[in-house]
């Protein structure tokens, strides 16, 4: 047992511990944190088979994109120190029977079947070589799903603007408004009168 | 099994990663955590695309490419599935998938 393996099975060991916190503890803030230090996790078993480009993507969009987005949300939506409720026993129950049913038809399957190895030489994962085949047009290349995923993000970003908007916000500002006017004519009016009695009675005197 | 990690040890990660996803999605009743449950789910997608680049088509970068998309699917479901949630919270004053029950009907 090498040091590689050693890193290995410390990071597979963060990777689902962490994930477990994540899906059971009861402190909402918690569960994004271990979140967190599981995406990292994933990441760090990324770098340790070689593939830091997809690694450093993990750590950018993952850690320093879904997961702050995850936590403002929570700050925006969370009583602070509440408890998520304790969930009915026989849900728990329940789920956990089906995912030990799914987890162990799955492993079964994966180390009963023999995975064949391809003999072709191995090409570099380096970005330049994935950055050539995103664009590239022949029949290896991934050109079209590309530009559909740009179209995709740029139709999320609309869509985001648009569920997140204020329907409704002219109403109540355009009453204010009203309000202020009226105020301000009622006031001069009186403020003009106090000054031409004060002129009238300067007058007399 | 060899005590070397290898392609078996990656899969059975991702497996697990996986059913911890599902046994978070099923039991949650919070929108936001059901959406941390869906990120883990990804993750563990992710890992074996990474894992059957590596150890099995060393070759092609296909495994690459639909991580790499995933992620890009992943980022823009996460954006939207968060305005809805705060959409939500304004109309419901909750998050909780059971005090949104009209939007059934």
């Known amino acids: 047992m090498n040091g590689s393996s050693i890193i290995?099975?410390?990071?597979?060991?963060?990777?689902?511990?962490c994930g477990v916190i994540a899906v059971s503890t009861r402190q909402i803030f918690r569960a994004a944190i271990s979140l967190l230090f599981s995406l990292v996790g994933v990441a760090g078993i990324y770098f340790w088979m070689d593939y830091q480009f997809i690694a450093a993507v993990q750590i950018v969009v993952y850690v320093g994109g879904i997961v702050v987005l995850?936590?403002?949300?929570?700050f925006l939506t969370q009583q602070s120190g509440d408890k998520l409720p304790i969930q009915k026993l026989g849900r728990k129950l329940f789920a956990l029977l089906a995912v030990f049913c799914g987890f162990a038809l799955t492993i079964v399957q994966v180390f009963q079947h023999t995975f064949t190895k391809t003999t072709a030489a191995p090409v570099g994962v380096t970005v330049r070589n994935i950055g050539e085949e995103l664009i590239a047009l022949d029949k290896n290349g991934y050109a079209l799903p590309f530009e559909v995923v740009s179209m995709l993000l740029l139709a999320a970003l609309i869509g985001c603007i648009v569920i997140a908007m204020r329907t409704t916000p002219e109403q109540p500002h355009e009453e204010k408004e009203i309000k202020r006017r009226e105020e301000i004519k009622v006031i001069i009016p009186k403020e003009d009168k106090v000054l031409i009695i004060q002129e009238e009675t300067g007058g007399t005197e | 099994m060899n005590i070397e990690p290898g392609l078996y040890h990656l899969l059975f990660v991702s497996t697990t990663l996986f059913f911890i996803g599902v046994y978070g999605f099923l039991t949650r009743r919070n929108l936001i955590t059901m959406l941390m449950?869906?990120?883990?789910?990804?993750?563990?997608v992710n890992i074996n695309f990474i894992a059957f680049n590596k150890y099995l088509w060393a070759n092609r970068l296909d495994g690459v490419m639909f991580t790499v998309f995933v992620i890009a699917i992943a980022a823009a479901e996460a954006a939207v599935a968060i305005a809805i949630i705060i959409n939500l919270y304004r109309s419901h004053l909750s998050i909780d998938v059971e005090k949104a029950e009209e939007m059934k009907y």
């Open chain 1, 70 to 74: 995850i936590i403002f949300s929570i």
């Open chain 2, 37 to 44: 449950s869906i990120e883990l789910i990804l993750n563990s």
């Open chain 1, 8 to 17: 290995f099975y410390l990071l597979a060991a963060m990777t689902i511990g």
